[in-house]
């Protein structure tokens, strides 16, 4: 046993070999590099043992990245602490100009030691699978959407415009399947886009329907129901919030949750000067874009639909019902107010889209999974 009895271990991870490098517990502990390890369990399993044999405690961590979280579990599986690290959130110097994996595990391993790392949340292996359908179904949905952009572009360039109403109707349906070219080249052109597009739509409608098999059996199910008691969140809104947020009550206070979603604004003050700029946006995209969509609904008068809501608030507790309905009134308000004194659209919709995400905190905190 040496004079230490805990080290601080962190692996610069990569897809073939993982950096391994070492912080002794103490001020004056010595901070040096280990080596290289194959990424493969077995090699990963016997390096920690070794260095475990070594020292009483082993707290591991790694930087976030395309590798995924299964170095975690492991390291957990025997035993000791891991955490997964934020990126954006390491401390770098200006001046540095070296980058290498050795120099990069050393530097976490220092930084690990000095409490400087801050960790991401890490979804356990149900969760994670949930969150890859919600974001393969928003892959399809963006792929869909660029097809069908690239199909109106090609039809531009030759001078066909559909003025008779919005695209992708019944009606704009008919239209596309009347149109035709005089070469052939083009018209392959066409129809290749015709059929890209189909295939995309059916590939988006195969996904939303094991979005909702899947759905009923996740142990978020319950959140998921809870948040459509909200107003504009839909089903989709609800999962891809549940999938990308997981377990509100990480957050101790709404503005937690927000900073997150990076829906407050930026700040540059200096004494008595305050400087605030736009919404910092560096959060999770994914779940901010779903809210600022839900957002838009908020531009109507309160009410409790009798085909929408009112199916989607039946047994639900008394609790969140009244935190919703809530919700609705205030956020309702704010909308017709934040117009009333002349902002822009986008700007009310950030503006209820934070807050709306706060009503989102309360709603999960009442049916959080235990």
């Not at 004056?28 to 260095?51: C, D, H, M, Q, Y």
Request: hydrophobic letters at 45%; one cysteine or more.
């Amino acid at each position: 046993m040496g004079e230490y009895s805990e080290a601080f271990v962190a692996f610069d991870v990569a897809k073939k070999k993982h950096a391994v490098a070492i912080a002794e517990g103490g001020r004056t502990g010595e901070v040096r590099f280990v080596g290289e390890v194959e990424n493969s369990p077995a090699a990963i399993e016997r390096t920690i043992k070794k260095l475990g044999k070594k020292y009483d405690r082993l707290h591991v961590c790694f930087e976030a990245g395309p590798t995924g979280y299964g170095l975690c579990r492991q390291v957990r599986d025997l035993g000791h602490d891991c955490m997964v690290v934020a990126p954006a959130l390491i401390p770098k110097w200006p001046g540095e100009r070296v980058k290498t994996n050795r120099r990069d595990a050393v530097t976490l391993a220092r930084l690990h030691r000095a409490g400087e790392l801050i960790g991401v949340w890490v979804p356990d292996e149900v969760h994670e699978a949930v969150r890859d359908l919600v974001r393969a179904r928003e892959a399809a949905a963006d792929d869909l959407r660029r097809k069908r952009q690239q199909l109106l572009s090609f039809l531009l360039r030759h001078g066909r415009i559909y003025e008779n109403g919005g695209h992708w109707t019944l009606a704009h349906r008919r239209w596309l399947a009347r149109q035709s070219f005089e070469h052939t080249a083009q018209q392959i052109v066409f129809q290749e886009k015709i059929d890209a597009i189909e295939d995309a739509a059916q590939r988006l409608h195969r996904l939303d329907e094991r979005l909702r098999a899947v759905v009923p059996t996740w142990s978020m199910a319950r959140v998921v129901e809870v948040y459509q008691a909200m107003r504009g969140a839909s089903f989709l809104v609800a999962v891809i919030f549940a999938a990308e947020i997981g377990d509100v009550r990480r957050f101790d206070t709404p503005p937690q949750l927000m900073a997150f979603l990076g829906l407050v604004p930026g700040e540059r003050s200096t004494g008595d000067t305050v400087r605030r700029s736009s919404l910092t946006l560096a959060g999770n995209r994914r779940a901010r874009r779903a809210l600022v969509e839900a957002a838009w609904t908020y531009r109507y008068p309160a009410r409790v639909s009798e085909m929408t809501l009112r199916v989607r608030l039946e047994g639900l507790p008394k609790a969140v019902r009244d935190i919703a309905w809530k919700g609705q009134v205030r956020l309702c308000a704010r909308y017709r107010r934040l117009s009333a004194a002349g902002k822009k659209p986008p700007v009310v919709v950030a503006a209820i889209a934070r807050e709306m995400a706060a009503f989102l905190w309360a709603i999960g905190r009442e049916v959080a999974p235990s």
